[in-house]
């Protein structure tokens, strides 16, 4: 019943910028995690960053130091800021979000990377 919009994606050329957002129905600190994932065509899905409601952080080695998760507790939302972009980060940003033991995903947005 929790509803999620990932919205953010878009074409941007290597070394460039986006931010995504991933909008929840339910408040964000009443859920277990917020998780994003991102699945190229071919590639198995990723988990690329996530948090915990206890505000915990962790991001996938390929992203380290590149992209930063941050939320917005009134607005509902987490965000998944994403510098020095690189072609290998084309590829559908999935949120998912935990609210145990049930979870929720929301459908998609296309990110590419490309000169």
């Known amino acids: 019943q929790v509803q999620v919009v990932e919205s953010g994606g878009g074409l941007v050329q290597p070394g460039g910028s986006l931010r995504l957002s991933c909008a929840a129905s339910e408040s964000i600190f009443s859920i277990d995690a917020i998780i994003w994932y991102r699945q190229a065509p071919g590639k198995e899905r990723e988990l690329v960053a996530s948090f915990t409601s206890g505000g915990s952080t962790n991001y996938a080695d390929s992203v380290k130091g590149r992209f930063t998760i941050s939320r917005d507790n009134a607005k509902k939302t987490v965000y998944l800021q994403m510098n020095s972009l690189k072609p290998e980060d084309t590829a559908v940003y999935y949120c998912?979000?935990?609210?145990?033991?049930?979870?929720?995903w929301g459908q998609g947005t296309q990110v590419t990377v490309s000169s």
């Open positions: 998912n979000v935990r609210l145990y033991p049930r979870s929720y």
